[in-house]
């Protein structure tokens, strides 16, 4: 079945860092790739997705490039600020699928 | 316009009670997944509901069940509830499941005593 695997936090920055969060993914076919982030006490917001191999999602300074050779959809950014403490998942959904697999997620703390 | 919406924030009940949760998709989106979110993990999926059928279920038992009215929102309901259903339950709307995304709720914390 499919799966989705996070690098292990938490991972604590200092503010400006640059964020590397390494998401693999096993799964047959070409599912549909996506970064989520929760703030405490929330649900989950969509961050970035992309659709198909080579591409790259972006929002709110953050990016991620759907490769498929790697099996990967690493998310990045260059420059993290004290906002970005959250807890990332990645997931990944087939087409026609109903559901989505996630990653355990991981959390990410910034101190100013 | 409204996001996805779930009813109550937060619940307690006793262990084999029974419980039901509510879920109203964002405007104009007409599939509602469910997902139970233990402490610490990512989210499980549990069904999601399209044209008021229920669609496609995941590795859960049959004391989850869920309906969906015609106006989109949708019912989670779980029996004999067990200490081990203490978790957020997470409500999540779309439109295009596959290419867009997920809208999700808040939540609602179920904690089994």
């Known amino acids: 079945g499919d799966s989705v695997t996070q690098m292990e936090g938490p991972v604590t920055l200092s503010e400006e860092a640059f964020l590397t969060i390494n998401c693999t993914y096993t799964?047959?076919?070409?599912?549909?790739l996506f970064w989520y982030v929760q703030y405490p006490g929330e649900g989950l917001q969509l961050l970035l997705k992309?659709?198909?191999?080579?591409d790259k999602g972006s929002n709110k300074g953050f990016e991620a490039t759907y490769r498929k050779e790697t099996t990967s959809f690493h998310l990045e950014k260059g420059s993290v600020q004290v906002s970005d403490s959250a807890v990332y998942f990645c997931?990944?959904?087939?087409?026609?699928?109903?559901?989505?697999?996630f990653g355990d997620g991981t959390t990410l703390t910034v101190k100013p | 316009d409204a996001g996805v919406t779930q009813s109550p924030t937060h619940l307690i009940k006793t262990r084999g009670q029974q419980v039901t949760l509510r879920c109203s998709p964002k405007?104009?989106?007409?599939?509602v997944s469910w997902y139970q979110q233990a402490l610490g993990q990512g989210p499980q999926f549990i069904f999601q509901?399209?044209?008021?059928?229920?669609?496609q279920r995941g590795n859960f038992p049959d004391r989850f069940s869920g309906h969906q009215f015609p106006n989109y929102s949708s019912e989670l309901n779980v029996n004999a509830l067990l200490l081990g259903d203490s978790a957020l339950y997470l409500c999540?709307?779309?439109?295009?499941?596959?290419?867009?995304?997920?809208?999700f709720g808040s939540g609602t914390r179920l904690t089994v005593v």
């Open positions: 997931a990944l959904t087939h087409t026609n699928a109903g559901k989505s697999t």
């Open positions: 999540a709307s779309s439109l295009d499941r596959q290419r867009y995304g997920y809208t």
């Open positions: 405007s104009g989106h007409d599939t």
């Open positions: 799964a047959t076919g070409y599912p549909s």
């Open positions: 992309a659709t198909k191999a080579d």
């Open positions: 509901y399209y044209e008021e059928e229920e669609r």
